[in-house]
């Protein structure tokens, strides 16, 4: 975030730039001409689907610094029914003498697989100031665990299958009362459990609080800037037994400070190790590389991630890696600040090269602050496209009725030729609201075999965004296993989708304070199935699954080391 942000105007056609889906039905432009109308991607289903919830931030005039930033939330089968449901972290209250209790606890919610979701008491309602969820099987029992990140005491609830959680926290070894914003469960050391990384923001409390003018001279919200605090993140190793060691000083994570908001984890130099990437508040962002020993070595400025291609360190906030060029490597979506395009760097193997010019996303994303983000095919049409969510983090210098902060959510088509083309209906919704979004997460809610959204917004309700592009085109769903029948955190999928070889990673923790359904989804576009599946296991090994049709969901389960069957 900055003060002082720069106001910067765009043509109205490099903003609506038209969606080349075709339409049924058209209508007139200004001119008289026949155009084909802006196709809905997404419809809020919210209302219907039972869920009203919201992140309250507690703001109450005093500008203290979380009340901008939060909040996230998860989507994940909780209960093994295959059916994705919903957690919800909430704010809470600051005052000059502290951080207190809530008003509102987090909430979890169980998919009835009908199209709504059910408050259920679950053990999970802590009432913390609630930032971001890592989601994870961290004692290998096929159970996805949550790990909830605040401003303050994190927490760590183990499942026991049913949707009942149990505070396992201060057992664990793995709490952090920092400022935590993000996190993940990745298997660093490949000794097949999980560990933890624990993104931290600032070294901030109440009482180190400041008093910050924003650009139309009133009081606003502080830049990260202003308090030179920036946090250590924290790596922990999973020993298992459901305990873990704080490892953030021998990994060397602990050399390298930082206003962390977002972080991915995929093996970005095809060593068969886990690296991570954290986005950072404007701080060069930090890509660790795993070095297979325990050990981690920050490269980002060496390997060309760490700034633009400008020099410059912007706002990181949200992020996501996927291969959007088919070269079998993970490149890298980052968010920034409004008047700071994103930045997409290619991953040309040692090194990453910014083509967010070449890509269209230098002016069309610079115009709004961005948070949530995600690369999904929402149109099943077999080319990734992009989501971001949006919100400001200063108040405009105008007056302005309403939240100050709000800003519409972006959607942009992906192609073949690499750019992303922004549709004409803002975050592909017809009749959605201008809300001061954070989190996005990424699922298929109703099965259909198209992806959904739910965004996350700021003291206003949740939205569940459901997918309405045209069912014509197939999907297939790969819920990726290991042995112990737990989503595969780390392993990749490679496959042949008409002349090209698609490599999708299976991940969680991407976007924003977000924990996304690990579930690969591959759109199909033409093809009639998706052929020469192969899974790349964390361990190393690979296991061919060979053809496979549309469906709903294939579970792909590593075979025992015995056991060469699929």
């Not at 999980?194 to 409390?205: A, F, M, T």
């Amino acid at each position: 975030m900055k003060r002082l942000c720069l106001l910067v105007s765009f043509a109205a056609l490099s903003l609506t730039a038209c969606d080349d889906t075709p339409s049924s039905s058209s209508v007139q432009d200004s001119a008289g001409t026949a155009v084909d109308p802006p196709m809905v991607w997404l419809q809020n289903n919210s209302a219907r689907m039972g869920v009203d919830q919201q992140w309250h931030s507690g703001a109450r005039g005093e500008y203290f610094m979380p009340e901008i930033i939060g909040g996230g939330g998860a989507l994940f089968d909780a209960d093994g029914d295959n059916d994705l449901d919903l957690y919800l972290v909430q704010g809470g209250k600051i005052s000059a003498t502290g951080i207190m209790p809530g008003d509102h606890p987090n909430v979890f919610m169980t998919n009835d697989g009908q199209g709504a979701f059910k408050v259920v008491t679950s053990g999970t309602e802590d009432t913390g100031y609630g930032m971001g969820v890592a989601t994870g099987d961290i004692d290998n029992d096929g159970d996805v665990d949550l790990y909830v990140l605040n401003v303050g005491e994190n927490k760590l609830y183990e499942n026991d299958g049913s949707g009942q959680f149990t505070d396992i926290t201060e057992a664990s070894g793995a709490g952090d009362n920092a400022w935590g914003s993000s996190g993940t469960f990745l298997d660093y050391d490949r000794d097949g459990d999980l560990d933890l990384y624990v993104v931290n923001y600032l070294s901030w409390s109440p009482a180190t609080a400041l008093d910050c003018i924003g650009s139309g001279g009133n009081r606003d919200y502080c830049s990260p800037s202003n308090f030179m605090a920036p946090s250590v993140d924290r790596l922990f190793r999973n020993d298992g037994n459901n305990t873990f060691t704080d490892v953030t000083v021998e990994s060397g994570i602990v050399t390298r400070p930082g206003t962390g908001l977002g972080i991915v984890s995929v093996d970005f130099d095809n060593d068969g190790w886990q690296d991570i990437f954290v986005a950072n508040d404007l701080m060069r962002d930090h890509l660790w590389r795993n070095r297979g020993d325990g050990t981690f070595e920050e490269i980002g400025l060496a390997t060309g991630c760490a700034m633009d291609d400008e020099g410059v360190a912007k706002a990181g906030m949200g992020v996501d890696a996927n291969d959007i060029d088919d070269d079998g490597d993970f490149d890298l979506i980052i968010c920034n600040l409004k008047g700071e395009s994103d930045s997409l760097f290619r991953n040309d193997g040692d090194y990453f090269v910014d083509i967010t010019a070449q890509s269209g996303l230098r002016t069309t994303t610079r115009a709004n602050t961005r948070f949530g983000v995600g690369f999904a095919d929402l149109n099943n049409d077999g080319w990734l496209d992009l989501y971001e969510a949006n919100g400001a983090v200063l108040r405009p210098n105008h007056k302005i009725d309403g939240d100050p902060y709000a800003q519409r959510n972006l959607l942009l088509k992906g192609s073949p030729s690499g750019k992303f083309v922004p549709t004409q209906l803002r975050g592909g919704t017809k009749d959605g609201q201008q809300l001061t979004t954070r989190a996005a997460l990424f699922g298929d809610l109703d099965r259909d075999g198209r992806l959904d959204v739910v965004v996350i917004n700021r003291d206003a309700p949740v939205e569940i965004l459901l997918n309405t592009t045209s069912a014509a085109l197939p999907s297939v769903t790969l819920d990726i296993r290991n042995t112990h029948d737990a989503p595969a955190l780390g392993a990749f999928v490679r496959a042949t989708l008409g002349d090209r070889t698609i490599t999708r990673p299976v991940k969680s923790g991407y976007s924003y304070m977000a924990a996304n359904d690990p579930r690969v989804h591959i759109g199909l576009g033409r093809q009639a199935m998706l052929e020469d599946v192969t899974v790349h296991w964390v361990d190393g090994t690979t296991t061919s699954f060979g053809d496979l049709s549309p469906k709903s969901l294939h579970r792909l389960i590593q075979p025992d080391a015995d056991d060469g069957s699929p």
